[in-house]
């Protein structure tokens, strides 16, 4: 009988922990991933990624205006790597938003006033796309060194970022970015430019 009791007893201290363990969360809501990872991103890192975002794509237009106009092997390779490169790296960005919760726009902002630096303007986009090679390729070049510098100082507003991924995309981006400006006014200088 003694026997029975314990037995009953120890079996019903287990049950009460096992029902004690999984209701101790009760009332005390986990945090969701997202959650974890909007605290991930920094305002500044979620800034950068809502300027850069359109800067690349940017970028990436000017890149399928010489894919269609320019007659250059070395400006089309050019153009192919850089969509190749900034296409991925806007996806990133865009997945940071996302996680963040934020928009991949900043609200209420001209985005030209807030230092994307390098951003050709409309006047130029259509220059460049009335004109033909050799003429095209100069004003590309030109144009795209002046962009990538653009990117290159947007960097400093995630240089402190303590997020390993931002992090990770600031350095491609900059090893990226000056090996293409290096290329380019290499290229400029055979076409007996600047």
Not at 75 to 98: F, H, N, S, V
Not at 105 to 112: R, S
Request: net charge negative.
């Amino acid at each position: 009988m003694r026997t029975r009791r314990v037995a009953t007893a120890v079996i019903g201290t287990i049950a009460l922990v096992m029902v004690a363990g999984c209701t101790i969360n009760i009332g005390v809501p986990a945090e969701s991933s997202s959650e974890q990872s909007a605290s991930a991103y920094s305002a500044n890192d979620v800034m950068f990624a809502q300027m850069m975002i359109p800067h690349h794509q940017q970028a990436i237009e000017l890149s399928d205006l010489a894919l269609e106009i320019s007659q250059s092997e070395a400006i089309t390779d050019l153009a192919q790597r850089i969509k190749a490169g900034q296409g991925p790296e806007i996806d990133e960005m865009t997945r940071w938003l996302e996680e963040s919760g934020s928009s991949s726009m900043m609200e209420g902002h001209d985005m030209g006033a807030h230092g994307m630096s390098g951003m050709v303007s409309d006047a130029d986009v259509e220059t460049l796309a009335s004109l033909t090679s050799p003429e095209f390729d100069v004003l590309f070049l030109e144009l795209m060194i002046a962009h990538h510098e653009g990117a290159l100082d947007m960097l400093s507003m995630i240089e402190d970022s303590s997020n390993a991924d931002v992090r990770g995309l600031a350095e491609a981006i900059e090893s990226a970015q000056r090996a293409e400006i290096e290329e380019m006014q290499g290229l400029l200088t055979g076409m007996g430019a600047s």
